[in-house]
């Protein structure tokens, strides 16, 4: 993936707010569903469920276009956004820099954790790890 883009991870949080904020995470998904939108088609749908300022939506727009997550361009007097990476290819890229940190600085202790988190919560994805890593030995 060409993009290179950092964020803060806040595990505590769910989905997409563990790296985007609540209002970043909403902004998002309402990009990624109408493909391209502008700050007042945004603002619209997110008034429908919480008071929020025009200015605060706009505001934090642009700072997602500065972090590289939407692309804008000029049409008429609005900027249009569209996503700059699909909503599976940012899970894809935010699983692998987490995953990259932590193997990077703790990679017996995330390995382990891995594996017993698996058996204790989801053993089918054990055997399929299981079966991954014997495909990859046997190559």
């Keep these: 993936m060409a993009l290179n883009m950092r964020f803060r991870f806040s595990p505590t949080k769910d989905g997409l707010v563990k790296v985007l904020g609540p209002l970043e995470t909403d902004i998002m998904q309402v990009v990624w569903q109408d493909e391209r939108s502008t700050v007042k088609k945004v603002h619209r749908k997110l008034s429908q469920t919480r008071e929020i300022a025009y200015t605060t939506v706009m505001t934090t727009m642009s700072r997602l276009a500065e ?9 008429g007097l609005a900027y249009v956004y569209t996503a700059a990476i699909t909503e599976e290819d940012f899970v894809t890229m935010v699983v692998q820099q ?13 390995i382990d954790y891995m594996v017993e988190y698996l058996a204790r919560r989801n053993p089918g994805e054990l055997r399929r790890l299981q079966k991954v890593i014997q495909s990859r030995v046997a190559a």
């Design 67 to 75: 972090k590289g997550v939407l692309k804008r361009h000029r049409e």
């Design 98 to 110: 987490v995953l990259d940190g932590l193997l990077d600085d703790y990679s017996e202790t995330a």
